[in-house]
């Protein structure tokens, strides 16, 4: 397990609707690499989504085990899962109000005790995850006066600040124009890389993913393949 940081053995992903199975894919077995960039791919209604939620512990899985660190991730208490592992959906937060510092302030939650008080060196974690999305300039901006790409900037802010050794993100490139696409991903292959992180990331750009990542998996009919980028990875892209 040395190499891996999460696993999953004969994983079968979907919900209960109705009192009925709605099963997407099923008898998944995977591993994500540490200190590596991988991407997700597959067609939407492939259940990406559901996967990512499905390795955070955050969906139960049908059938199969989620393995963090050799150890079933059922066995962890929420608030030990989140100081693993970071996720960043694509569902809207229902605090728009709050600024943008607060909001980045949440990935802090796991480690601030019951009444969320930040310290000298929380706010230190937050305003260093803004400055690496270059949004320090909009700290004091409240989330709902953001464009949809500003917004997704802030979230990835508030994962990187809850300084986890997996980070899983559900379309992070979604509303960003290209050059916000690049300066992204060149951020995620930086983390991972130089801070130990394994990412995982869904995403549609096949020609980004190529260039970008080191790991390429791929969920289509119910099945997923994993595959070393062929192409090998680049560090700066224009």
């Known amino acids: 397990m040395d190499n891996y940081s999460l696993c999953f053995h004969d994983l079968s992903i979907g919900y209960i609707e109705k009192g009925s199975e709605k099963c997407l894919a099923r008898g998944l077995n995977g591993c994500l690499m540490r200190s590596a960039l991988t991407c997700l791919t597959g067609l939407n209604g492939s259940g990406k989504s559901t996967l990512l939620r499905t390795m955070d512990g955050f969906q139960k899985?049908?059938?199969?085990?989620?393995?963090?660190?050799?150890?079933?991730?059922?066995?962890?208490?929420?608030?030990?899962?989140?100081?693993?592992?970071?996720?960043?959906?694509?569902?809207?937060?229902?605090?728009?109000?709050?600024?943008?510092?607060?909001?980045?302030?949440?990935?802090?939650?796991?480690?601030?005790?019951?009444?969320?008080?930040?310290?000298?060196?929380?706010?230190?974690?937050?305003?260093?995850?803004?400055?690496?999305?270059?949004?320090?300039?909009?700290?004091?901006?409240?989330?709902y006066e953001l464009s949809d790409g500003e917004r997704q900037k802030v979230l990835i802010a508030k994962a990187i600040a809850q300084q986890t050794e997996i980070v899983l993100l559900d379309e992070p490139l979604s509303f960003l124009d290209y050059p916000s696409k690049i300066a992204t991903l060149?951020?995620?292959?930086?983390?991972?890389?130089?801070?130990?992180?394994?990412i995982l990331l869904s995403i549609h750009d096949l020609d980004l993913t190529k260039k970008m990542a080191d790991y390429i998996w791929e969920l289509k009919d119910g099945d997923l393949t994993q595959a070393i980028n062929e192409a090998q990875p680049v560090t700066e892209l224009n």
């Open 186 to 198: 060149q951020l995620l292959q930086r983390m991972a890389h130089q801070d130990n992180i394994s």
């Open 61 to 143: 899985p049908l059938r199969g085990s989620v393995l963090l660190n050799g150890i079933n991730i059922t066995a962890y208490p929420l608030k030990e899962i989140a100081q693993h592992i970071s996720i960043v959906l694509t569902e809207k937060i229902p605090c728009e109000a709050l600024t943008v510092f607060d909001i980045v302030s949440m990935g802090r939650l796991p480690y601030t005790g019951h009444f969320g008080k930040l310290s000298a060196s929380d706010k230190a974690i937050v305003t260093d995850a803004l400055e690496k999305v270059g949004l320090t300039a909009f700290s004091r901006r409240r989330f």
